[in-house]
Nanobody, 121 residues
Framework: HVQLVESGGGSVQAGGSLRLSCTATGFTYSSYCLGWFRQGEGHERVGIAAIANDGTTTYADSVKGRFTISRDNAKKMLYLQMNSLKPEDTAMYYC????????????????WGQGTQVTVS
């Protein structure tokens, strides 16, 4: 079965950087979309970046220009490079996967990881 495991979270000062990774296993899809989501305390989970199978990326306005999503299809890995971090970036970060095309609605992502905490002070 599909499993997603995030890593790379931690505590960092404002202005600093972190790189999140997500390992995806248990599937043989030839085409799939990967996304990063985050959920701050008291807030709903929101999408911040997605990357299609062809490498096309989309970003939420809140992270555009600071975060970079990338993927390694051969290794079935997803990454999120986060630069110029702000306290408002503090949240639990989740990776998600869906077969074929990237959906508009986060509810249409099929598989989710358990999350990794990012704290910016």
């Amino acid at each position: 079965h599909v499993q997603l495991v995030e890593s790379g979270g931690g505590s960092v000062q404002a202005g600093g950087s972190l790189r999140l990774s997500c390992t995806a296993t248990g599937f043989t899809y030839s085409s799939y979309c990967l996304g990063w989501f985050r959920q701050g305390e008291g807030h709903e989970r929101v999408g911040i970046a997605a990357i299609a199978n062809d490498g096309t990326t989309t970003y939420a306005d809140s992270v555009k220009g600071r975060f970079t999503i990338s993927r390694d299809n051969a290794k079935k890995m997803l990454y999120l490079q986060m630069n110029s971090l702000k306290p408002e970036d503090t949240a639990m970060y989740y990776c998600a996967l869906v077969r074929a095309f990237c959906p508009r609605n986060k509810a249409d992502f099929t598989y989710w990881g358990q999350g990794t905490q990012v704290t910016v002070s």
